[in-house]
Structures are given as C-alpha cells and as structure tokens.
C-alpha cells in the first residue's frame, strides 16, 4: 500500500500544466464535472434521480440558466457539480448544528440520511500524524472521512437495501468527502515540540498544527495565510457550477493513468495525500514553527498547482468509478 502512495507521489510530481482552477468551492465543482463526464448513462440516471431527493435540489434546479442558444440548460448536469460542496454548506444553514456533534459521540458514524442536523465537521479528513522530533500524539480520531466513504459507498447499490433518502444523503456527501480526501492537507497533522508548547499556552489538548492551520505563509501576493487555507484556496476561481463547466470544457486537466483512477480504496487515498503533503505541502521553505511565517517561493507554489490539478483530476476519476460501480 505504502509503495503504491509513493509511486502515485512520484507520478503527480511529473511537469503538468498550471492554469488556474480552486480548491474551496470551485475545486470540488471541478472534481464533480470531471467525475460527470466520466459516469455510464446508468450512473447519471440514478445520480440524477437520488439527486433531487436532496433538499436544495428544487434551489438548485432553478437556477440553472439557458444555454446561449437559448435551448435549456443541463439541470442534471449544474445539480450534480453543484451538489458537491453541499456538505460545506450545511455548515451555515440555521437547521444544522454543532451541540453535541464530536467524532466520539453517539452520533458521530450514523447514517439516516437528511434527518441528520449534525454538521459533522470531522467527516471531512483524516489527520494521519507524524512529527520530525520524536513529538507523540493523541488517539486518532475514530470517525473520519474514511470511515465515512466506506460506509456512504456501501450503502449506495440497491442492494444494500437502504431507503433512497439515505442513499441520496450518502452521495451528496461522497461527491465532496471524495475531493476532501485528495487535498494532501485533509490527510495530515504535524506534531513538534513547538506546537506542543503553543497548545499548553491556550490551555488545550495538543491538536498538532491541524492538517496546516496552525502554519503561517506568506505567498506570491504577500498576505499572510494558514498553510491550509492557501493549499484550500490555492487556485481562487468561482462559486457556481458553471465556471467548473466552462473550465472542464476550454481547460482539461489531463487524466491520470488509470490504475491510479481505478485504485477505489479511501484508506490508499489518504495514504496517497499524506504522502504528497510531506513531499510537497511541507517541504522548503515552510517552516515547522507556528512563531515563524515564512515566504513561500515560486518554485513550492509552482509545484503546489500541479500537485493540486493532479489531485483534482485523480478525484474526478475515482468518484466516477465509485458511482459507476455502485449504480450498474
């Protein structure tokens, strides 16, 4: 398993184009349109039908404006990309809810669809430790974003049994958890003597650095910013459907080889994710120190785009080799 992360690691760092795409809102909408063209007309039916059991469908649908032609656009389409940062969005939506939602409690892994108020903060990564001075950690966190792929794409072939309700909760979340887990940050946490120390001052258990938010840079624009945030934010871009549509059509991120786009295993994708966010996310000149910001050069930002790209077109791929699956 180990091998195959560093051969994907060592894949991804091959020279790719670096044209600008995101990561927050419109990565996942990226990796939703790649992973739309990819899916069986199967597929697209039932991803389309479960779809509109979500409740924002009908805001959704309506917003899907005509083509310039005039003819219609492609509801099915706009939903499912639109449908991938749903699960970012509960995080602000008055019905939803943090009180009593931790990755220990009693609720932490259930899965009954959208009578689910829990935002569920940790399903989104897998913080895999390590440290460069011998810095110990805390138990993992025993909910996560693979325990919950594995238990959302389970649950999926209609012969799992569950209700549609269900089943359209576990895709709406699967076409985000799956863009979450390839960002390499969303599979790592840095532990050192010197965050060690920081969390004793704030009184708190030892987080580490949180999968890079609690690292300062300073990129190309001369801002500040968390080393999570920048690798999030990495590429800017749009917050409708439409710019991942019109990007995926004028731009192409080439497709990776496929025994990387057939490989549908989460615990070997987060293997992979930590591995680049070691090779890449973490190397010179970021420095290991919450005291210390430092300015990022051109050569780790260029790298970072198309370790990012990469990562987003990978994503795509697995997605629609998971739905394919599920919905044959």
């Known amino acids: 398993m180990r091998k195959f992360a560093a051969i994907a690691a060592v894949a991804i760092s091959a020279a790719l184009p670096t044209t600008s795409y995101a990561w927050w809102d419109s990565g996942h909408m990226r990796v939703a349109a790649i992973a739309y063209e990819q899916l069986s007309p199967q597929a697209k039916a039932e991803a389309s039908r479960l779809l509109k059991l979500n409740p924002k469908y009908g805001e959704w649908a309506a917003a899907v404006p005509a083509k310039p032609d005039g003819t219609p656009g492609d509801v099915d389409q706009y939903v499912f990309i639109r449908a991938a940062v ?175 786009a057939k490989e549908l295993d989460p615990a070997q994708w987060l293997e992979e994710s930590h591995d680049l966010a070691l090779q890449f996310a973490y190397s010179a000149p970021v420095a290991l120190d919450p005291t210390q910001p430092v300015m990022l050069t051109r050569e780790y930002e260029t790298n970072a785009r198309k370790v990012a790209e990469a990562q987003i077109s990978l994503a795509g791929y697995r997605l629609a080799n998971l739905l394919n699956d599920a919905f044959k």
């Open 86 to 260: 749903w699960a970012d969005d509960i995080k602000t939506y008055k019905d939803y809810t943090r009180d009593n939602d931790t990755a220990t409690g009693p609720y932490a892994a259930r899965n009954v669809g959208y009578s689910d108020k829990l935002v569920h903060d940790y399903w989104h990564y897998k913080d895999i430790p390590f440290s460069t001075d011998g810095s110990t950690w805390p138990p993992q966190d025993p909910v996560n974003a693979e325990t919950q792929i594995k238990l959302f794409s389970a649950a999926l072939p209609v012969s799992a049994g569950k209700s549609d309700d269900i089943r359209s909760y576990d895709l709406s979340w699967l076409i985000h958890l799956i863009g979450d887990v390839h960002q390499p940050l969303h599979s790592t946490a840095y532990f050192n003597k010197a965050l060690h120390k920081m969390w004793q001052d704030r009184g708190k258990p030892d987080l580490g650095d949180r999968g890079g938010n609690e690292i300062t840079v300073v990129p190309a624009d001369g801002k500040e910013t968390k080393l999570h945030f920048y690798w999030d934010g990495i590429f800017g871009g749009y917050s409708t459907p439409l710019g991942a549509i019109a990007d995926n059509g004028a731009d192409k991120i080439p497709a990776p080889a496929d025994a990387f």
